[in-house]
């Protein structure tokens, strides 16, 4: 612990020469799979909507009757508060609860014949226009 303690935040800083090659990559290797799942851990946390920021791709969760629901969408806030689905760049009429940041790469889009999806009704509404 003390060893990570002591290298950078930017990782730039080595670890003194006299040290075998194997041990330095395999310090590095583990230092890097620590950041990964640190910054994972913190990404996956959900945080209040009103901590929400503008312009960026979040996932939200809202209240549909007495339960709660994740969007299975991107979304962002406009500099104006209006949500918008990212995807269809269309403006949604919700009322989030808690974001966290979009880590999905590719929004699951259903396959023709697929058979039937389940789909909340913010979902159904945009796909019945």
């Known amino acids: 612990m ?3 303690a002591a290298m950078s935040a930017d990782n730039d800083q080595k670890l003194e020469s006299g040290h075998p090659p194997d041990l330095v990559a395999m310090i590095e290797a583990l230092d890097r799979k620590i950041h990964d799942y640190l910054l994972h851990q913190h990404l996956s946390l959900w945080h209040p909507i009103s901590t929400a920021p503008a312009n960026q791709d979040l996932e939200l969760i809202v209240r549909d009757g007495a339960s709660s629901v994740v969007l299975p969408f991107p979304c962002r806030r406009a500099n104006t508060g209006a949500w918008f689905n990212t995807d269809l760049r269309t403006i949604i009429h919700i009322q989030p609860t808690k974001w966290r940041p979009w880590q999905k790469t590719k929004t699951p889009k ?3 014949g697929a058979g039937p999806t ?4 913010i979902e159904q509404r945009w796909s019945d226009t």
């Open 110 to 112: 259903p396959e023709k």
């Open 2 to 4: 003390r060893l990570i």
């Open 118 to 121: 389940h789909t909340t009704r």
